[in-house]
């Protein structure tokens, strides 16, 4: 009885305490009784308990490694090479890499980090990878796998193998922790698709169509035949949902007992979500609060820089829907862990920049012309996750940059600091300075909206831009045609009833259904249809060339719906300029929105460069040195967001805002 009443007082005191399994907190003997823990205060405000009792808001830095990123031609990464020439030893590496973190305000070290950083003080964690280790295991079963057409597979929890194999991967990763007090929690695994196939139309039951896809006699699609044939609606969306509490159930009853076989104490950190969209039906995250001590997920949102907001909806990982919405993300995390009655701890965030040449087409994030930019949006998200009273912390991504990998594009501008071992300077000064004052910001509300970047400039009326008179040019505007043969459109279109896909159609301006006189100028009519051909449109475009300034204005005129209703997403200028090129041309990922003009464009076109002058008065290819020394923003879309429902025979006009200038500018001597 005493023992009960000292733990209900001791409740009262600190608040709801989350234990990663019969776990003792006290801060007043000062010395470690238990590991890492979670707990949500008398305000309402979850945190981690650290062993000494202390409440921690976590800041970690994912993958904070030696050896840097590897590459396909086995040529050492540029980062561990510079490493090797400059430090000694690892221990020498890691000192330095110790004084960096504690000077920018980082207190843990997320996943795959080095082991040279154990011991320092730094809480770390350890991830199992319950689904990897089948894939890269050649004798591993392979029922073990429901094999997916885009990208990993999904684990098989109705394999006869499947406990037998988490059992004997949680024994071979965890049996020989001991008593690491450092290690704050074990990631189940990372990223699992619970919704099936990108891009497939329904997320929430999409990974029952791929387990219907299984070859026949695969334990998975045997289950999922006779859970729907022991139902009277088998077949049904209904019994799809339930069929996927069963999937989520299983996968988390097994994996977190396995973990729990080989290890007691630590705490079970989930598996890592991509993002709000990335589990599926809502009973996976059910099913994840109510076998681990924390969820985590991996967010990688849109933000309004001149608004100062986080969206919900746009760049993250898993989310191929694409849209850019008003509705704001942390009123949703917040909605969700109240549901849930556990903390998130966000595994991955980042906001790359193309600043520098990075290409950046692959992976998560915003991208961002300058690293000034980058530092703000990095800024704003930190500040919303720090006021979130659901999140107990949060892991940046990720230490180094990426490393350019012989014939793909995988070079993102993820790091805090660059192969040649240079933080990058706005966002480490972010990061020192926001840290410093973080806890103290930590219960004060979310911060107001506010403008972290000036508007790029004031838009001007179409026929006032084609007029306008351009600074260093001479003589008298003339109008004429154009030949666009090196100039496409990429749009994105999608159906207004199901299934409501996006789709993406590039055209180029070569064969017009029709040509006829606008003004001064010509208008040509380009037909034009969504890949399935169920979604058919004309785009109607004119162009101005001004002969005295080189320049080109390309204008939307309209757009006419020829079939089915369809919603116009955007439309992407890309320029393709003539070979040879000094420099890479890199496209915009198409699957990543962007709120605002985002390409600063400088690259050679024959003798000279290309400009491009949009509607906001900003002038492409005009830019800054930049850290590298460099130049070169090379990625060559420009996006205009239309956003438009457009019904059977409606002709749609855009705004002043659909035009773009292209001006030929001659080579310095």
């Not at 831009?465 to 008298?476: C, K, V």
């Not at 162009?543 to 005129?557: G, H, K």
Request: charged letters at 25%.
């Amino acid at each position: 009885m005493a023992k009960i009443l000292m733990a209900m007082v001791v409740s009262a005191v600190l608040g709801t305490l989350v234990p990663g399994h019969a776990q003792e907190v006290s801060a007043a003997h000062g010395r470690r009784l238990s590991y890492w823990s979670v707990r949500k205060d008398a305000d309402g405000y979850w945190t981690f308990v650290d062993p000494d009792g202390r409440d921690v808001f976590i800041r970690g830095v994912e993958q904070v490694v030696w050896r840097g990123h590897g590459t396909p031609d086995r040529h050492p990464p540029a980062y561990k090479q510079r490493n090797i020439d400059r430090f000694r030893t690892r221990k020498d590496w890691a000192d330095d890499v110790e004084r960096q973190l504690r000077k920018w305000g980082f207190n843990t070290l997320g996943s795959w980090s080095d082991d040279s950083l154990r011991g320092r003080g730094f809480g770390h964690f350890i991830h199992v990878g319950f689904s990897w280790a089948p894939m890269f295991d050649k004798d591993a079963d392979r029922d073990l796998m429901i094999v997916r057409k885009t990208g990993r597979f999904f684990p098989n929890v109705f394999s006869p193998q499947w406990q037998y194999h988490c059992r004997k991967l949680a024994k071979a990763r965890l049996n020989m922790l001991g008593a690491d007090f450092d290690l704050v929690g074990i990631y189940l695994d990372g990223e699992l698709p619970w919704w099936g196939e990108n891009g497939c139309q329904d997320r929430e039951v999409g990974l029952c169509d791929v387990i219907c896809a299984q070859p026949e006699g695969h334990t998975a699609r045997k289950a999922y035949e006779e859970f729907m044939a022991s139902r009277k609606d088998g077949g049904s969306r209904e019994a799809k949902l339930d069929f996927m509490k069963v999937v989520a159930d299983r996968y988390f009853r097994t994996t977190t007992a396995a973990v729990r076989s080989a290890d007691s104490g630590h705490m079970i950190m989930g598996c890592m979500f991509a993002g709000l969209r990335g589990y599926g039906p809502f009973t996976t995250m059910e099913a994840c609060a109510k076998y681990c001590d924390v969820v985590t997920i991996d967010l990688y949102p849109p933000v309004d820089l001149e608004r100062g907001i986080v969206l919900l909806a746009g760049t993250d990982l898993a989310d191929s829907k694409g849209d850019m919405t008003d509705k704001e993300m942390f009123r949703e995390i917040d909605r969700i862990g109240k549901i849930i009655g556990k903390p998130f701890h966000v595994t991955e965030w980042s906001f790359p920049s193309v600043e520098g040449g990075f290409p950046c087409v692959s992976g998560g994030g915003m991208r961002f012309r300058t690293q000034h930019e980058r530092a703000m949006a990095s800024r704003l998200f930190a500040e919303m996750m720090n006021a979130s009273p659901s999140i107990a912390g949060y892991n940046y991504f990720m230490w180094v940059d990426t490393q350019l990998r012989p014939g793909k594009t995988k070079h993102c501008n993820y790091g805090l600091i660059n192969e040649a071992g240079e933080p990058y300077a706005e966002l480490v000064k972010m990061f020192e300075e926001f840290h410093a004052t973080a806890d103290s910001m930590r219960k004060k509300g979310y911060p107001k909206p506010r403008r972290f970047v000036e508007p790029l400039g004031k838009v001007v009326p179409v026929a006032t831009f084609a007029q306008r008179e351009i600074p260093g040019a001479t003589g008298t505007a003339m109008l004429a045609d154009f030949d666009f043969s090196r100039v496409s459109a990429v749009v994105k279109i999608r159906a207004t009833e199901e299934p409501r896909k996006w789709e993406w159609r590039r055209f180029a301006f070569k064969a017009p259904v029709k040509e006829e006189n606008c003004g001064k100028s010509v208008c040509r009519t380009y037909a034009m249809e969504s890949p399935r051909g169920r979604l058919r449109f004309t785009v109607t475009l004119r162009n101005w060339f001004r002969t005295d300034a080189r320049e080109v204005l390309v204008e939307v005129v309209s757009v006419e719906n020829k079939g089915e209703p369809f919603e116009l997403g955007a439309i992407y200028w890309r320029f393709t300029p003539p070979e040879p090129l000094s420099l890479p041309i890199f496209p915009m990922p198409q699957s990543h929105y962007t709120w605002r003009p985002w390409v600063d464009l400088s690259i050679p076109w024959g003798k000279g460069n290309l400009h491009i002058l949009s509607p906001d008065n900003t002038i492409y290819g005009d830019t800054r040195e930049n850290i590298t020394g460099s130049k070169a923003i090379v990625p060559p879309d420009l996006g205009y967001v239309v956003s438009r429902t457009i019904a059977p025979g409606e002709t749609w006009t855009p705004s002043d805002a659909a035009y773009y200038i292209i001006r030929l500018e001659d080579a310095a001597e």
